[in-house]
């Protein structure tokens, strides 16, 4: 799938998010190697704390069907400038690639590409005593 239609995907996603509580509907989009992709949005609770972000389900969506093997994901909000994943969600993807690309887009159009190296480097270190 080119960059725009994962864009795209992230975008749809995002008008099913369940926001009642922020106004702040994000999308995701996550691609598997072969092109398939998985998607999530953001799903509030009225006790805030069990908030799911758009990128984790995401990854529990592909999980569950069996997929791994992710290669990239968009997201996409209604923000001056792309926002970035929150830190929970950059380890439960490091979980999975920890260098996975990140497209983050917003709704004028731009679109900001990361590393999740980048953007949460040592992942694994010093958990479950890993060098
Ligand atoms: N949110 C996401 O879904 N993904 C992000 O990358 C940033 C934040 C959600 C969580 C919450 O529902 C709302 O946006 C405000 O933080």
Redesign the pocket.
């Known amino acids: 799938m080119d960059t725009i239609a994962l864009v795209e995907s992230a975008k749809a996603a995002r008008a099913l998010a369940h926001?009642p509580y922020?106004n702040?509907p994000?999308g995701a989009a996550l691609e598997c190697s072969d092109g398939t992709v998985f998607t999530g949005c953001?799903v509030?609770n009225l006790s805030f704390g069990l908030?799911m972000?758009?990128?984790r389900v995401a990854v529990g969506n592909a999980v569950s069907a069996g997929r791994r093997d992710f290669r990239r994901i968009a997201?996409a909000a209604d923000t001056d400038a792309p926002?970035s994943?929150?830190g929970a969600?950059r380890q439960v993807l490091a979980e999975f690639h920890p260098s996975l690309q990140i497209l983050s887009a917003n709704l004028k159009g731009q679109i900001e590409e990361f590393s999740l190296t980048d953007l949460l480097p040592r992942a694994s270190t010093g958990i479950l005593n890993r060098p």
């Open positions: 926001a922020s702040f994000v953001n509030e908030t972000c758009a990128e997201i926002i994943p929150c969600c």
